[in-house]
T-cell receptor, first 111, second 115 residues
């Protein structure tokens, strides 16, 4: 059974801290991994990772994929209260045209 | 503005009363999909469609139907809703997961309560 597991499920930090969110996957015919941020409603796209070891960056956010160890991490540096959200990762399964999502990590940034 | 539009956004209904949640996208995307989101379970795929008249089951298709008669629309049909279908539903679209982008664009969500 295809599975994506995120950890931790919940994280509370202070503004300015750096956080690392984890996403591990066990899927057949893995193609790519996506990260999303979900605040009030619809998830918004952050990164797509297909190649191992290549870091993607967007401002204070960065992410990398390890296809040998089957995981990805999402780093957020100098966190702000606006970073409070649920962060979702999802594996795209090649050929099956479907995504398998993890449970999400709820990140809370306290002022 | 590029968007995925779902309706209704909120609905309370009773067991057995057929309902349809509409989804429309204006980005000319081939791929569309429906997900339900439940606490502790993340997003689970219900059905997806690679193109007009091409649909396939996701991980939790029981109790749902879909159709794709036009490229822009992908309605989700609950023929006989039951309380275990109470959930937050998302429609999403993409140019196509076979392509390089793979980004899914999500609608705002439809919160359904079945009494």
């Amino acid at each position: 059974e295809d599975k994506v597991v995120q950890s931790p499920l919940s994280l509370v930090v202070h503004e300015g801290d750096t956080v690392t969110l984890n996403c591990s996957y066990e899927v057949t015919n893995f193609r790519s991994l996506l990260w999303y941020k979900q605040e009030k409603k619809a998830p918004t796209f952050l990164f797509m990772l297909t190649s191992s070891g290549i870091e993607k960056k967007s401002g204070r956010l960065s992410s990398i994929l390890d296809k040998k160890e089957l995981f990805s991490i999402l780093n957020i540096t100098a966190t702000q209260t606006g970073d409070s959200a649920v962060y979702l990762c999802a594996a795209i399964i090649q050929g099956a045209q479907k995504l398998v999502f993890g449970q999400g990590t709820r990140l809370t940034i306290n002022p | 503005e590029a968007q995925v539009t779902q309706n209704p956004r909120y609905l309370i209904t009773v067991t057995g009363k057929k309902l349809t949640v509409t989804c429309s996208q204006n980005m000319n995307h081939e791929y569309m999909s429906w997900y339900r989101q439940d606490p502790g379970l993340g997003l689970r795929q219900i059905y997806y469609s690679m193109n007009v008249e091409v649909t396939d089951k996701g991980d939790v298709p029981e109790g749902y139907k879909v159709s794709r008669k036009e490229k822009r629309n992908f309605p989700l049909i609950l023929e006989s809703p039951s309380p275990n279908q109470t959930s937050l539903y998302f429609c999403a679209s993409s140019l196509g997961l076979a392509g390089v982008t793979g980004e899914l664009f999500f609608g705002e969500g439809s919160r359904l309560t079945v009494l």
